[in-house]
């Protein structure tokens, strides 16, 4: 099992740019998440999966969309970037159910928009 | 309001100084509360899911308790490799939504 992928692991835009972050996992998980992390804020999320063909927005959604092509592959897209959307961008997923004992992240994408 | 708090946001430790972390939550309905660790550069590892009030898991130097307000991160005789950031998260109960404190940053001095 790869785990969960993320493609490309770094990015630099300039504002105004488009493009779309890849996220897939091989563990048959039904809920997929995208967060950003910046220093002193945590991770945040900015929409999420609960299963495949349905999204919904987290704390952070706006400048962002979101695709869940298949129950492997979430996709987020930066339409125009924008300086303030500089950050590392994690994808995670975990499955669906009562327990939640796997539970994983993608190792990131370092997003710098100039 | 934040749903979930992690304090303290810095701990420096000696090697073998053992010490707890806090994660207090005010969802209701909790569905799991997860621990996570994040060494820089990389994404958060999983570590412990916690269900109801009442429960303890273990994993070598680490064992998170949970109750119905909050969890604690016991860490016994830490060690220099155990340095890294501890983030403490929660599914609330009608919601898929796994919400992050901001972490804790722990330094193990050796």
């Known amino acids: 099992n790869a785990g969960v992928t993320q493609t490309p692991k770094f990015q630099v835009l300039k504002t105004g740019q488009s493009m779309t972050l890849q996220c897939a996992q091989d563990?048959?998980?039904?809920?997929m998440y995208w967060y950003r992390q910046d220093p002193g804020m945590g991770l945040r999320l900015i929409y999420y999966?609960?299963?495949?063909?349905?999204?919904d927005k987290g704390e952070v959604p706006n400048g962002y969309n979101v695709s869940r092509l298949n129950k492997r592959e979430f996709s987020l897209r930066l339409e125009s970037a924008a300086p303030s959307q500089t950050s590392v961008y994690f994808c995670?997923?975990?499955?669906?159910?009562?327990?939640?004992?796997?539970?994983?992240f993608g190792p990131g994408t370092r997003l710098t928009v100039l | 309001e934040d749903q979930v708090t992690q304090s303290p946001e810095a701990l420096r430790l000696q090697e073998g100084e053992s010490s707890s972390l806090n994660c207090s939550y005010t969802?209701?309905?909790?569905?799991?509360l997860f621990w996570y660790r994040q060494d820089p550069g990389k994404g958060p590892e999983f570590l412990f899911t916690?269900?109801?009030a009442g429960e303890e898991k273990e994993k070598e130097r680490l064992k998170a308790t949970l109750t119905k307000k909050e969890s604690f991160l016991h860490i016994t005789a830490p060690k220099p490799e155990d340095s890294a950031t501890y983030l403490c998260?929660?599914?609330?109960?009608?919601?898929?939504?796994?919400?992050f404190g901001k972490g804790t940053k722990l330094t193990v001095n050796p």
């Open positions: 995670a997923s975990i499955p669906l159910g009562v327990t939640y004992n796997e539970q994983f």
């Open positions: 563990m048959n998980h039904n809920s």
């Open positions: 999966s609960a299963s495949e063909g349905t999204t």
């Open positions: 969802v209701s309905g909790l569905r799991g």
């Open positions: 916690l269900y109801s």
């Open positions: 998260a929660v599914i609330q109960g009608g919601s898929e939504k796994l919400v």
